[in-house]
């Protein structure tokens, strides 16, 4: 069995990490693999095996007519061109993953493919109601896979990159440039590393983008957050210049209390510093894999009581569900909170059943079945 895996994507992001650990996954199972990539993307450089081959490939529409002959396994893990999926369907099985909930979007080359994946539940209920008939029925949810990070080079947590540069757009191409002229000097600074600061700490670990919406959830909640004098938030994450700017003025009620870490080269070395980990508002949000890694470590959640977290997070076990802040201006997240600083700070450890569900043995089980419809179908 070969299977044909496609992501383009330059920046490391959750479709990413998953693509990872699904590749991985493949090779356990003794599938051969074919991974494309962007020539400019880093993040592929801890997926070695003899039966696994990479292939550097900026857009998908430079391979067509590129395939094997012979009806191939084409699995997507990113957007694709409409050429390529008429290509793609027309002469092998085309497949792949929607990472991303369809609330309010349209499924685009999606529904021309001859099956679906989704990461949960959520995403496909979601998907559903788009319209899409080629869903395969069981969620595919995720593993916490901390094999993809590098064994070597963990020291002390210091400020990384905060922002990602968008080319196509001027502003950020001036202000990419400026950073790059700059960062010679601020290398000649004293830099201070991540020091656990006295008191409980909130923590983000994610990228810090438009699906997570942290300006609009901390526009409601940092006051309440800041009322509790001896807790901090500390973020450690990157994203585009507005995204960053957005979530900085939602937090100016912390004060010096909120700090930005930028991108972290091993977010677990952060989790078990953390006394619980925020997820962002819900309903762009397909899995959390940040939160199940969290969960995975020690560190128990809080996030808000709506899919896709409602199966991810097991309320009182794992961590805590609150009533989404823009329905109730937060009055729910100041009862939670506060339950949260003051009584036991539950051990998600201890949630046996619930993170099986997101195990390594538990997914590849999951890919096992797939695998085997997919060379049926072939």
């Known amino acids: 069995m070969h299977c044909h895996v496609l992501n383009q994507q330059f920046y490391l992001g959750g479709a990413e990490v998953y693509t990872l650990f699904f590749t991985r996954a493949l090779l356990d199972l003794g599938c051969e693999v074919t991974l494309y990539t962007h020539p400019h993307a880093q993040h592929w450089q801890t997926l070695k095996h003899p039966n696994l081959r990479i292939e550097q490939v900026a857009e998908s529409d430079a391979l067509i007519g590129r395939l ?3 009806r191939q396994w084409i699995v997507t893990h990113a957007q694709i061109s409409p050429a390529f999926a008429g290509f793609a369907k027309a002469q092998h099985l085309l497949t792949g993953f929607c990472h991303m909930p369809l609330a309010g979007r349209r499924p685009g080359v999606l529904a021309q493919y001859h099956r679906v994946f989704g990461v949960s539940n959520y995403v ?6 788009a319209g899409l008939a080629n869903l395969d029925p069981e969620p595919c949810y995720g593993m916490v896979d901390f094999d993809r990070f590098a064994a070597i080079g963990h020291g002390p947590i210091m400020p990384g990159q905060l922002y990602t540069w968008d080319q196509r757009k001027f502003r950020d191409t001036v202000y990419g440039l400026l ?4 960062r010679p000097l601020r290398a000649l600074l004293p830099r201070q590393p991540f020091v656990k600061r006295p008191g409980r700490t909130l923590g983000i670990v994610s990228g810090i983008a438009p699906i997570k919406q942290f300006d609009l959830l901390f526009a409601r909640i940092a006051t309440i957050i800041a009322a509790v004098p001896d807790v901090s938030l500390e973020i450690f994450g990157w994203g585009g210049y507005r995204s960053v700017t ?7 009620p912390m ?16 989790y078990p510093q953390l006394d619980y980990l925020l997820s962002g508002l819900p309903e762009k ?18 996030a808000v009581n709506a899919p896709p977290f409602t199966e991810t ?7 805590f569900l609150y009533r989404d802040p823009r329905e109730d201006e937060g009055d729910d997240f100041r009862r939670v909170l506060a339950r949260a600083l003051d009584g036991p700070r539950p051990d998600p450890r201890t949630a046996t059943a619930h993170l099986a569900r997101f195990s390594r043995e538990a997914y590849t089980a999951r890919i096992g079945r797939m695998l085997e419809v997919m060379r049926q179908a072939l």
Do not use: H, Y
């Open 68 to 70: 094997p002959a012979r």
């Open 255 to 270: 004060g010096e209390r909120a700090r930005f870490w930028g991108n972290q080269a091993f977010p677990q070395d952060i």
């Open 124 to 129: 496909l209920e979601t998907a559903r109601t």
């Open 179 to 182: 950073e790059s002229a700059a």
């Open 246 to 252: 957005d979530l900085r003025i939602a937090l100016k």
């Open 285 to 302: 949000e397909a899995l959390g894999l940040n939160l199940l890694e969290a969960q995975a470590l020690g560190t128990p959640v809080l």
């Open 313 to 319: 997070v097991q309320d009182g076990a794992s961590g």
